[in-house]
Structures are given as structure tokens and as C-alpha cells.
């Protein structure tokens, strides 16, 4: 076990943190006129961000935050100035349940249609709401969500395209993951682009895959592996990709006669240690398993090869983090959760044996770290913090954690603000790993206003603060591009 859940004083208002979970029903563009400080001149480029911000159909509420349709938030910033736009990514299923203002599909993670189980059963299809992240790469954006295949959308105007098969490499109704790592130095001396896709089933099949610059597909492999899968995020070095198999199983009836969302139907198994899978990035060769107690892995913060072993940055849970049926998400009693730690794994490749310790103890999420030393041995970790030393709590703070002794940087956005995952954008002022800015989306509880928050990462003070006429509701994932399109 990683952790317990320990009761802490809250520091936080709960109604408060409640109201950024509420759909943005408008499509703006405009200049942001409201700025604190100023927006680094140097600050040139596109964060786009993605997230569900619809979280209703109709009067029909979603049961879970994560079964919410997909909205981009674009902010540019050139000259001084940052400019935000936000559009929906117009999945089929989003355009339908609009038009019906109702529920027409069944969520991964419990939203049913109204009518209860005998209306849901036998339905096993899924509505791809294309919400979790959004990348620019290889000319073009999609919007990603881990269980099919990317929308492409147009980077000036956000408006839906259509989905994107790579050339027909991404079979019909294929997935592509929504984590995406940009390896800085791939295999060809140039960036690429590494993702995977899980085709689940009794036995699980794994498929990698490397895009180039320009977007296309040129190194692909797969793996039938056994058991059942539930792996959101891997971490990559020069020669591995590596995936942690949480311990978990999966009992599919619920689910099939229509009475739990697939994610429901998954319960995690304390007892059972995570399988590490292993596997080079060049050939086919036969995953190598090490085995290890690492609780629940959403996210992995970076990875990289020392002395014949891996090393891999993660936030483990204690358990996995669960919504109850029938429960209101907007109602998450912090108390009895467990909190996401950071944790280190070092991987012998040579005795299979696993090396484990805590590095940050408090509840922390959504890790990030400087582009140039992804897979590459590192110093800084960017995260989401607690503002609690310990218990599970809403990020409400910006974390720097130097990995090589655990201390850690606070920025608190608190007692109003809740935080969205950071962002790092290099100055490219000399050659320093925190050379460069943290973007952060905060919801302010108290204003009911969201800003861009924008902080100085060698310092982790606050350079300037960008005030939007209105709230974007928690969002999951990030990237940022050079690349201005207005
Ligand atoms: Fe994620």
C-alpha cells in the first residue's frame, strides 16, 4: 500500500471548488484585456488546452467529470498580448446529444440514459468525446481521447475536421491514446512524436507507434500481452518505452446488462503488485516484466537510463480513485481519498528487481517537465500540489520538485484558486533546465473567473496573471507550440 487516506483541515471551500465543474456553454474569442503584471515578451506561441466542458445534455447531468465533451481553449500569446478562443470539439456524439438535449450514450464512467438499466443493456458502444488532450504536431490538431481515434481540428479557428487516420495507419475505430510524448532526439537524430493504443480484451494488445515531423506514422510494433489493461500513461527513454499494468480486474457483466459504466466495472486489487512491461523501442522483441508495489498510476512524470537501469517518475495512489454510482461528483468528500504522491522506481534490467521511494509525499498531479530532458536524466518536476502536507486535497498550488532531493517549491494560488496542469514553455535564455515559464489555468472560486497564471520556473514566482471574463471549467491536458495561428 502507498498510502492512506489521512483526514486534514480543510483549507479550501468546497462549494467553492464545486462551482468550476459547471458547463461553459459559449464559444469566445477576444483579446485578454485584463492582465497583472506583464506577459513576457519572449512568450510566443499557442497553449491549447483540452477538457470536458459540457458536463450535461439537456437537463441530463453526466455521473462523472471525465464523460464530459471535449473543449479546446486556445490562448496565443504574441507581442505582448494573449488572446483566448474556445470551441467544442463537434464529435458525433456531441452534436447529437445537443440537438436532442438528452443522453443518447451510455459514458465510460457511468453516465447512462435516463430510464435506468433495461435502456442501457446491451449497448456497448462508445461515444468518443474526445476530451483529454490536444497536439499540435506535423501541421496538424487533434484533440485526443484515449479510446478512439484523434479528431483533427483547424488550429486558427478550433472548428472540427474531422478524425485522422494517419494515412489509413490507425485502422477504423482504432485508438490513439491521449499522452503523447514529443521524444526531443528520436531514433532519426529529429523530435518525434511516440503514442500507443490498447485494444482491451480477455489477453490485451499494445500497439506503439512514432510519428515523424511530419506527422506520419514511421515505426509501429505490437504485443499481446495477458491480462486486462488499464494504462492511461507510459514514459519513454532513447531505446524503451515502459508501461505500468495496474493491478486491477475487470467484470465486464454490469457493464454489458447496462448497470455500471466500463470504468465502474473495474476494481483494483491492493494486494497484487503493477507489472512493469518494459519494451525496446527498436525491434519486436518480447516485452521484459519486472514487478513492483506501485498502488494505481495515472501519470508518470518523466523516465530515463542510468547504470543499466530505468528510472521512472510516477504519481501512484494508494488505490484507484473512484466515483460512486449514483453519487454527484461535485459533492467528492477529499477526506476519505487517497492522495497522488511522487514516487521514483528504479528498474534493473539486469535482475528484474525493482528499487522504490517516495520523493513528495503530498497530494500532487498532472506532473510536467522541461520538453528537452524528456526520457533524459533530469532535475526538475512541474506539478498540481496540495496546499495540505498531507491527505488527499484540491490542487491548489504549483509544485517544483528537484527529483535528485525531493525538495520542493510551492506557488499557492490559493485559498480561491484551483489549479489545472502546469505547463512548461523554455525561454530559451541560456542553458538552464528552469530556464522558462509554467502556463496554468486557475479557477477562482470566490471571482468565478478563470485566469491564465504565468510564473517565472527558475524562481516559481508570479510574472503575470491573465483574467478571462468568465470561468473554463477543470480541464485534464495541455500543450503548448510555438506556432501563433491568428
Ligand atoms: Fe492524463
Not at 496540495?386 to 510551492?410: F, R, S, Y
Not at 541560456?430 to 497564471?453: F, H
Request: aromatic share 12%; proline share 6%; glycine share 10%.
Amino acid at each position: 500500500m502507498i498510502a492512506t487516506p489521512t483526514p486534514v483541515q480543510p483549507s479550501y471551500d468546497r462549494a467553492a471548488w464545486a462551482k468550476g465543474y459547471r458547463t461553459l456553454s459559449q464559444e469566445r474569442s477576444y483579446w485578454i484585456d485584463e492582465v497583472e503584471g506583464e506577459i513576457p515578451a519572449g512568450l510566443t506561441g499557442t497553449l491549447f488546452r483540452n477538457g470536458p466542458g459540457k458536463l450535461e445534455a439537456g437537463n441530463e447531468p453526466v455521473q462523472h467529470p471525465f464523460d464530459g465533451d471535449g473543449m479546446i481553449c486556445a490562448i496565443t500569446f504574441k507581442d505582448g498580448r494573449a488572446h483566448f478562443k474556445n470551441r467544442y470539439v463537434e464529435t458525433e456524439g456531441y452534436v447529437a446529444e445537443k440537438k436532442a438535449e438528452k443522453i443518447l450514450y451510455r459514458g465510460v464512467f457511468g453516465t447512462a440514459r435516463s430510464g435506468g438499466w433495461l435502456k442501457n443493456a446491451f449497448d456497448t458502444k462508445l461515444k468518443n468525446i474526445a476530451n483529454t488532450q490536444v497536439i499540435y504536431w506535423g501541421g496538424k490538431l487533434m484533440a485526443l481521447w484515449e479510446a478512439a481515434e484523434p479528431h483533427r481540428l483547424d488550429p486558427a479557428t478550433l472548428e472540427t475536421l474531422g478524425l485522422e487516420n494517419f494515412d489509413g495507419k490507425l485502422k477504423k475505430g482504432g485508438a490513439f491514446a491521449a499522452h503523447p510524448w514529443i521524444d526531443p532526439k528520436g531514433p532519426d537524430g529529429e523530435p518525434c512524436l511516440v503514442n500507443f493504443s490498447i485494444e482491451a480484451g480477455l489477453s490485451f494488445t499494445l500497439n506503439l507507434y512514432e510519428l515523424n515531423l511530419k506527422g506520419e506514422i514511421v515505426r509501429q510494433q505490437d504485443h499481446v500481452l495477458p491480462g486486462f489493461a488499464f494504462i492511461h500513461d507510459f514514459a519513454i527513454t532513447p531505446n524503451y518505452y515502459i508501461f505500468f499494468q495496474n493491478p486491477v480486474k475487470f467484470n465486464p457483466l454490469p457493464f454489458v446488462l447496462g448497470a455500471k459504466g466500463a470504468g465502474e466495472c473495474i476494481d483494483f486489487e491492493p494486494e497484487k503488485s503493477t507489472r512493469m512491461l518494459v519494451i525496446a523501442r527498436s525491434g519486436q522483441s518480447k516485452p521484459q516484466v519486472l514487478e513492483a508495489k506501485a498502488g494505481f498510476v495515472f501519470h508518470h512524470a518523466n523516465a530515463f537510463e542510468r547504470d543499466g537501469k530505468i528510472v521512472v517518475d510516477s504519481i501512484c495512489y494508494g488505490k484507484l480513485p473512484t466515483v460512486e454510482p449514483g453519487s454527484d461528483f461535485r459533492s467528492t468528500d477529499f477526506a476519505t481519498l487517497m492522495p497522488g504522491q511522487l514516487w521514483r522506481f528504479e528498474l534493473d534490467l539486469n535482475t528484474n528487481q525493482v528499487d522504490r521511494k517516495m520523493l513528495v509525499s503530498r497530494c500532487c498531479e498532472f506532473p510536467v517537465v522541461h520538453p528537452d530532458y524528456v526520457g533524459q536524466e533530469y532535475q526538475y518536476a512541474y506539478m498540481g500540489a496540495g496546499l495540505a502536507t498531507e491527505g488527499n486535497v484540491p490542487l491548489q498550488a504549483i509544485a517544483k520538485i528537484d527529483v535528485t532531493t525531493g525538495t520542493e517549491v510551492l506557488h499557492s494560488c490559493g485559498p480561491d484558486g484551483f489549479i489545472n496542469e502546469p505547463i512548461f514553455v523554455p525561454s530559451g535564455v541560456g542553458d538552464r533546465e528552469d530556464a522558462g515559464w509554467l502556463l496554468t489555468m486557475v479557477y477562482d472560486g470566490v471571482r468565478d473567473r478563470s485566469s491564465i497564471v504565468i510564473l517565472d520556473a527558475q524562481t516559481m514566482t508570479q510574472v503575470s496573471r491573465l483574467w478571462l471574463t468568465h470561468h473554463v471549467p477543470y480541464g485534464l491536458h495541455g500543450t503548448f507550440t510555438p506556432e501563433v495561428f491568428i
